[in-house]
Structure formats: structure tokens, C-alpha cells
T-cell receptor
Framework: DTGVSQNPRHKITKRGQNVTFRCDPI?????LYWYRQTLGQGPEFLTYFQNEAQLEKSRLLSDRFSAERPKGSFSTLEIQRTEQGDSAMYLC????????????????????FGPGTRLTVL | AQKVTQAQTEISVVEKEDVTLDCVYETRDTTYYLFWYKQPPSGELVFLIRRNSFDEQNEISGRYSWNFQKSTSSFNFTITASQVVDSAVYFC????????????FGKGTKLTVNP
């Protein structure tokens, strides 16, 4: 399996601009999570999807943030009218909820992370 | 609510020393999972271990070992004979059963191993 991938790895933008990040999860994983990590802190949960359904959003996710996972595969996170406080590392993780089609439970439910997208808002 | 505390912000050791990273968690749930992740300078979080709340057996994997004690709500991580490549930020995380099963992370401990 290839791991979780995220693009772009770095994004520098001016305040007020819109940005969009993409996450491609591990192929058979049905859950996809977005986290935000600021300097010196641990990652904080933003939202998650089970297949294409967005089932929970954190209070950290203001109305300027929107996430989609249209076909239950890749996901996008868009930030509108960026602010300097949005500068952070945005991490995507995926996991398999339930039993793997092969029947092997293995490390199901363990979240595997991508390399992150570092956003700098000037 | 769940909480994870990693009291050690930074630790610096000399190569070949043993080092223990502390993790204390809080939850009222009886079914939960504890994790350790490593974040090297490249930024990607690398999964190291998962333990569930019903399994207090300690685990050893090479130079890494984990001590899970429900009585003290701790899940400590020891690196034996540390190496420069172990330099990274290490995060302890908690996940409860049900719902989103999101991870709640501590603030991390930055480990620097000097040659």
C-alpha cells in the first residue's frame, strides 16, 4: 500500500485569499480525518469522514473552512478569506473502520498520517 | 472529556543513554486506546504503537518499550541506547471507543539525541 499523500506540501498565501488542500488516503481506508497543528502543539481534530459522509466537525472549524470527500476517496479542505491565524500544518490521516475485506483485523482503526501541508498566511 | 499530558517539553541526551518519555491521560471511558507517534523534522507523524485499555501488558520492540499502568493513568515510552536518528518530537495520543474516534494528542516531547 502507498501511504497517505497530501498536496501541496507548502503553501504561502496572502491574507484574504482562498486556499485548497488535497489528501489522498490509503486506498482501502474508509475513514479520513483532518487535523491542524500549530507550532509547539499537538495536532487538533478538525473533522472526519466515513466514506463520503462528513460525520463530525470540531468547533475549531469556522464557517470559512469547508471539507469534502465527494466519492469517498480523496478529500479537499478549503479555507476561504485566509487569516494569519490560519497559519499551521494541516494533517490528514486515514483509517479502516471495521473488518478488512480479507478478514484480517490487523491494525484496523489505527490512523496513519500524511506528510502534511504547511500553510503560511502573510 | 479526554486529556493527554506530556509534562516534558524537551529532553536532551547523549547517544547511547536510555530515555523515558512520560504520558498521563484522563478519560472517564472504560474502553479506549493509547498511541505513540513520532514526528521527525520532516513533519510526518509516524505511528509507533497502539494499546487498548484492557491490555496492560508492557511491550518491547527492539530498542523501544512501553509501560502502560491504568492505576496511574500512564503510558510511558522508553528508548534504550538512544541514537541520533531518534531525535524527533514524540506525541502520546488517546482515542475513546465510538463516535468519531478522533485522536486527542498531548503537546509532545522534543527529544534531542546528541552524538
Amino acid at each position: 500500500d502507498t501511504g497517505v499523500s497530501q498536496n501541496p506540501r507548502h503553501k504561502i498565501t496572502k491574507r484574504g485569499q482562498n486556499v485548497t488542500f488535497r489528501c489522498d488516503p490509503i486506498s482501502e481506508h474508509n475513514r479520513l480525518y483532518w487535523y491542524r497543528q500549530t507550532l509547539g502543539q499537538g495536532p487538533e481534530f478538525l473533522t472526519y469522514f466515513q466514506n463520503e459522509a462528513q460525520l463530525e466537525k470540531s468547533r475549531l472549524l469556522s464557517d470559512r473552512f469547508s471539507a469534502e470527500r465527494p466519492k469517498g476517496s480523496f478529500s479537499t479542505l478549503e479555507i476561504q478569506r485566509t487569516e494569519q491565524g490560519d497559519s499551521a500544518m494541516y494533517l490528514c490521516a486515514s483509517s479502516l473502520k471495521g473488518v478488512h475485506p480479507s478478514g484480517f483485523q490487523g491494525m484496523a482503526d489505527t490512523q496513519y498520517f500524511g506528510p502534511g501541508t504547511r500553510l503560511t498566511v502573510l | 472529556a479526554q486529556k493527554v499530558t506530556q509534562a516534558q517539553t524537551e529532553i536532551s541526551v547523549v547517544e547511547k543513554e536510555d530515555v523515558t518519555l512520560d504520558c498521563v491521560y484522563e478519560t472517564r471511558d472504560t474502553t479506549y486506546y493509547l498511541f505513540w507517534y513520532k514526528q521527525p523534522p520532516s513533519g510526518e507523524l509516524v505511528f509507533l504503537i497502539r494499546r487498548n485499555s484492557f491490555d496492560e501488558q508492557n511491550e518491547i520492540s527492539g530498542r523501544y518499550s512501553w509501560n502502560f499502568q491504568k492505576s496511574t493513568s500512564s503510558f510511558n515510552f522508553t528508548i534504550t541506547a538512544s541514537q541520533v536518528v531518534d531525535s524527533a518530537v514524540y506525541f502520546c495520543a488517546l482515542r475513546v471507543q465510538g463516535g468519531s474516534e478522533k485522536l486527542v494528542f498531548g503537546k509532545g516531547t522534543k527529544l534531542t539525541v546528541n552524538p
